[in-house]
């Protein structure tokens, strides 16, 4: 049974050898892999706002992300301050 490539710029024999190897680490490996993913994903989301609101205060900075990543009406509810933000 053929299976959906995961990515079209991959030669399947290159792809498979990533998911055996995705299948041979342990719960703790994988944890460590995605928590160092999100912190990635974390900082670029953070250099992105530093660069769109360059003169804004670190509250601001910090309003805007969690805007991200909450979404607004729970960033609202947990910081109402950010109702104040026209967008992220």
Known sequence: ???T???????PDTEER???SWRAMSPAQKAAM???LTQAAFTLMC???RV??????PREHFLRASVIVL??????AANPDAAALESP
Request: glycine share 12%.
């Open 71 to 76: 979404g607004p009406e729970l960033a609202r």
């Open 1 to 3: 049974m053929a299976s």
């Open 18 to 20: 990533q998911v055996e």
């Open 5 to 11: 490539p995961l990515s079209l710029d991959t030669p």
């Open 52 to 57: 769109r609101h360059p003169g804004a205060s």
């Open 34 to 36: 995605v928590t160092g």
């Open 47 to 49: 250099a992105g706002l």
